[in-house]
């Protein structure tokens, strides 16, 4: 409730009251003039439905299967005859969990280099149950070159509380294979607050990390969005999440044992060793999202398509594109957006800053300071970076920015179709 608070009256501070946080219905997507962009592409199928996920995404399904395909390869093709063969930067396949139609990955893939100039890398979530030789030998083939692969835990106990469909004996094998294939970056996800969960378990997890080779993890705290099936679990049985010291020592631990171990910290929660190119699970410049409920974020609006599956493909058969939400975003919210990002890799460039908010914006040079005298970043030459403190906070920020605004868009969007408005 205190971060709520705190969140909110930053937000109004910063942006002032003329910048509306609402996101309202449209049915198509204002598109400038571009030479590239990237893609989002979400795959919304898992063979097991984890009961804490927050995504979009419904049990696999064999007849959705291909309506969903062509529903994508026709979004395609529309965005082709609005932009024509523009350059496409990076694609990003999340979900759900892409491998579950790894064939049909081929047809989409196919279908953007036939309508754009791809020119960047291919990076994809999987799940360890997913993976074996033909699967990975697919990817490569298709010219993925960065993977994340969702181990989570390799602690029976965490395992089952999160209702995953494996073991972790599967585990070393999955991530064996992964590791072996010469991708040029393999990031493995991992889950710490766990109800029951202690220190030991989160450093044990990173330890077998580690000894398998891996060059980057990125640690999710758990959100329990309150309409997810973990959510209400753990509401009727009021099990009760780790409190706020006890995060901020297992983060401290998090932190240290990965510096311990040749990691240097890259975002909030990834930790990376090594030259290998950076794995990152978000998209932040423009881009363009493809498949229901994918986000997309071009002239300086951020668009949702309907969440819908069903809606996903029967608007896409009519020939329309299936956008459904907008929120504008003014001038002062999209110099914060890219100050999120970068509070997100935990420095902020002074060069680039300087040039964005000039010497007039007064408000955010105070923040900056009082961020120092709290001892949350320092001021280096050509940087602002984030202190293992500051790190943290902005960490549980994130956390509630996440559960609060994120919650208000999904919840509704996954209820409704076309919703009218939602104010965030
Ligand atoms: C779409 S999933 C990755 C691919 C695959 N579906 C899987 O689960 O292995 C994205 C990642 O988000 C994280 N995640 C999912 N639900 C979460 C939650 N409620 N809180 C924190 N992290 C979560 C997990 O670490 C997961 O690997
Ligand atoms: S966490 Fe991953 S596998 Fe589990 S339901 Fe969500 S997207 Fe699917």
């Known amino acids: 409730m205190l971060i709520e608070t705190i969140t909110g009256r930053v937000r109004q501070y910063l942006l002032g009251a003329e910048q509306e946080f609402v996101f309202k219905h449209i049915d ?98 999987t799940n ?56 040029e970056s393999v990031n493995f996800d991992l889950m710490f607050a766990l109800p029951g969960q202690n220190i030991s378990d989160v450093i044990n997890d990173l330890r077998k990390s580690f000894s398998l080779g891996v060059g980057q993890v990125t640690l999710y705290p758990l959100f329990t969005f309150p309409y997810s099936a973990a959510g209400k679990y753990l509401k009727l049985k009021k099990i009760k999440m780790p409190g706020i010291f006890a995060r901020r020592k297992m983060y401290r631990a998090i932190h240290q044992f990965c510096l311990d171990n040749g990691f240097q910290r890259v975002s909030v929660w990834g930790f990376k060793k090594g030259d290998a190119p950076r794995y990152s699970s978000v998209t932040r410049g423009c881009y363009i999202g493809l498949g229901a409920g994918a986000g997309s974020f071009v002239s300086n609006a951020f668009y949702f398509n309907t969440f819908s599956i069903e809606k996903y493909i029967e608007t896409l058969s009519s020939g329309k594109l299936p956008v459904a939400l907008k929120m504008d975003v003014g001038k002062k919210l999209s110099r914060y957006y890219w100050l999120y990002w970068r509070l997100y890799d935990t420095y902020i460039p002074k060069k680039h800053f300087k040039e964005l908010f000039g010497e007039e914006d007064n408000k955010i040079y105070r923040l900056l300071w009082l961020f120092k005298v709290l001892g949350l970043c320092r001021e280096e030459t050509n940087q602002f970076s984030l202190t ?23 919840s509704v969007a996954m209820r409704e179709a076309w919703p009218d408005r939602i104010k965030i």
């Open 128 to 183: 360890p149950d997913d993976i074996n030789e033909e699967v990975i030998n697919k990817l490569k083939r298709y010219g993925v070159t960065l993977l994340s692969l969702g181990v989570q835990s390799f602690n029976d106990k965490c395992l089952t509380f999160l209702g995953r469909s494996y073991e972790a004996n599967i585990l070393p094998q999955a991530a064996t294979l992964a590791l072996s294939s010469h991708f």
């Open 28 to 125: 198509s997507i204002d598109l400038p003039r571009i030479d590239k962009i990237d893609l989002y592409i979400h795959i919304p199928f898992c063979k097991n439905v984890c009961p804490y996920c927050p995504y979009n995404k419904v049990k696999y399904d064999k007849k959705l299967i291909n309506p969903y395909v062509n529903a994508m390869l026709n979004e395609i093709e529309q965005y082709y005859e609005r932009l024509g063969k523009i350059e496409i930067s990076s694609i990003y396949i999340g979900g759900g969990t892409p491998t579950n139609l790894i064939d049909e990955l081929a047809v989409i893939l196919r279908k953007i280099r036939e309508c754009f100039i791809l020119t960047g890398d291919i990076a994809i979530e």
């Open 388 to 410: 293992e403190r500051g790190a943290f906070w902005l960490h549980l920020m994130q956390n509630y920015f996440v559960l609060n605004y994120i919650n208000k868009v999904w």
